[in-house]
């Protein structure tokens, strides 16, 4: 499929019209276009505007370009007007419309001057002329010459006419005739701090068209403050638009429906609930593999909410491990003695026999046939086995009353190798103590609050708010209503509107080494623990006291 051409003594292969590929091999044809992929909805990048007050956006090959809008200034999202209160403006200029301006153009009368102090315009008829400089200016006529007597009879202050012999303040002028007369006022601050001196009058300067369309006017110290109303937008020295109402997202996976032990994932605007990794069942009754042994095969116990072997790390060097009801048992193997669970020796060979001394009779009870937590005494030449005070069984079986929790009943514990009552000792003053599944639970009875590991003391009255707090937030047990937000108490884990637990309940929920006491993962081997120069060693969450090489006795006393 590939055509051939000579040029310069040279044969040249390229591929025919529709094909492609190495020429002076094979050519293929080109394959046809794959079909157009379906476009995604088009998404606006501008709804909502990341823009800021007094902004526009413009979608530009899907991306948000923003500016300030027309007579703002600065750069988005910090956009503003040039001003909003005289005082951003220079003395000799006010703020008009968001803009700083010349205050005097329409504001003092016909023949008037103007000057601008303190950003006010204040209108002064110009000398030689009369009247409200507000209004008009018109020359002033020719002053009769008053007869000498009553000059001396006035004498008036400026703005003051002589009425009657009687010095008098001119109309809208305050004051003595004799001691001063002046206007209502010259300056903002001669008003209340809702009114502004305007014409030499205290008014309300929110007049029709100096706020914008839709907007609200209000006086804030002497000044013009715009704004639009609730539920609108916009300038408000322009127009206040209402705010289109957008659909409000609402997620539905706050609060979570799926219940404990579960993930709450939004698809399609709907709550989609599946259970955590390494929990089974389906939600809202998601588990655990197990939370005791009982939930998990004879041969397999339950570490960390999971059936596993227990055997791994639980016997001493050159022992076996087979696990019974749950729980490893560990001897040593054959040629080897000792204790199992922390070290096994291999048995000396007897000493070679010496000539021409006779052999003492051999001790029967080395090494001891009478296996673990037994002794042995020689009696007649012969072995007696028993097991040692406080272990129970028959050797080679003998055993302690306990070695984990799982095998006392559930509402008790395993404690120096013995069942016990967990509960003396663990909780605090006043608290309550119930024991589940061997660990000792401790609560504030009801009425009671404070730790209760450490103490309950009596609850105080509740204001009144905390009963809305408690209505608005919803909190699940073991958690508090913090600014409206569920959250869970110290030394509490999890999601304050699913579940809040401590760090742990019992002891698979801590390491191998570590033991659940006061719904913490503590070590177990406190001083006391073991009896003296004992050795303490924690298997398996259980605390394991054994005598050091070369002593003897019970590692508990």
């Given amino acids: 499929l590939a055509n051939c051409r000579v040029i310069n003594h040279s044969p040249i292969c390229t591929c025919r019209p529709g094909y492609t590929g190495e020429p002076r091999i094979r050519c293929s044809l080109i394959p046809p276009p794959p079909p157009p992929l379906e476009s995604p909805p088009e998404v606006n990048p501008c709804v909502p505007s990341p823009c800021g007050p007094y902004s526009q956006c413009r979608n530009i090959n899907g991306n948000p370009s923003?500016?300030?809008?027309?007579?703002?200034?600065?750069?988005?999202?910090?956009?503003?007007?040039?001003?909003?209160?005289?005082?951003?403006?220079?003395?000799?200029?006010?703020?008009?419309?968001?803009?700083?301006?010349?205050?005097?153009?329409?504001s003092c009368g016909y023949n008037a001057q103007c000057k601008v102090i303190n950003h006010t315009p204040i209108c002064t008829c110009p000398e030689g002329f009369i009247g409200d400089p507000f209004t008009a200016c018109s020359p002033k006529p020719p002053e009769l010459v008053p007869p000498p007597v009553h000059d001396d009879i006035c004498n008036c202050v400026p703005n003051a006419v002589c009425q009657n012999e009687v010095c008098v303040c001119l109309p809208d002028y305050y004051g003595d005739g004799y001691v001063s007369c002046r206007p209502e006022c010259v300056l903002n601050s001669d008003c209340p701090s809702n009114k502004a001196c305007i014409r030499n009058k205290c008014k309300n300067p929110c007049v029709p068209g100096t706020c914008g369309e839709g907007a609200i006017c209000d006086v804030v110290n002497h000044a013009v403050v715009c704004t639009c109303p609730p539920g609108t937008t916009g300038s408000p020295f322009v127009q206040c638009k209402p705010i289109q109402n957008e659909p409000v997202y609402t997620n539905p996976c706050q609060p979570s429906p799926c219940g404990p032990n579960s993930q709450c994932r939004e698809v399609n605007h709907q709550a989609v609930c599946s259970c955590l990794p390494n929990y089974f069942g389906s939600p809202p009754a998601c588990r655990p593999e197990c939370t005791v042994n009982s939930d998990c095969p004879l041969d397999k116990a339950c570490v960390n909410q999971k059936c596993v072997d227990p055997c791994p790390g639980s016997c001493g060097q050159n022992a076996n491990c087979r696990v019974i009801n749950h729980s490893p048992v560990c001897s040593c193997k054959p040629g080897f003695t000792g204790e199992p669970r922390i070290r096994c020796s291999r048995i000396p060979p007897p000493p070679p026999p010496q000539q021409d001394i006779p052999e003492p009779p051999a001790n029967p009870c080395y090494p001891s046939p009478c296996g673990p937590y037994s002794e042995c005494r020689n009696i007649n030449g012969g072995p007696s086995c028993s097991c040692r005070p406080n272990y129970i069984g028959s050797p080679p079986n003998c055993r302690p009353e306990c070695v984990m929790n799982s095998e006392c009943p559930s509402h008790e514990a395993c404690i120096n190798e013995k069942c016990q009552d967990p509960c003396p000792g663990s909780c605090g003053y006043n608290a309550d103590c119930k024991v589940i599944n061997h660990t000792p639970i401790c609560t504030c009875p009801e009425g009671y609050i404070g730790d209760a590991f450490s103490g309950c003391y009596p609850k105080p009255p509740e204001p009144e708010q905390t009963v809305i707090q408690e209505d608005t937030c919803n909190c699940v047990p073991n958690a508090e209503c913090r600014d409206g937000v569920c959250l869970c108490l110290p030394e509490f884990y999890g999601d304050g509107y699913v579940s809040c637990r401590p760090e742990c309940v019992q002891n698979s929920d801590c390491p191998r080494n570590k033991a659940c006491i006061r719904n913490k993962c503590k070590n177990p081997c406190t001083p006391g623990t073991c009896g003296e120069g004992a050795i303490c060693d924690v298997v398996n969450h259980a605390v394991m006291c054994t005598c050091p090489p070369g002593t003897t006795g019970s590692p508990f006393w």
């Fill in 66 to 106: 923003c500016s300030c809008l027309p007579s703002y200034i600065g750069n988005p999202p910090y956009c503003r007007p040039e001003c909003v209160m005289n005082s951003e403006c220079a003395s000799n200029l006010a703020c008009i419309n968001e803009k700083c301006r010349d205050p005097c153009p329409g």
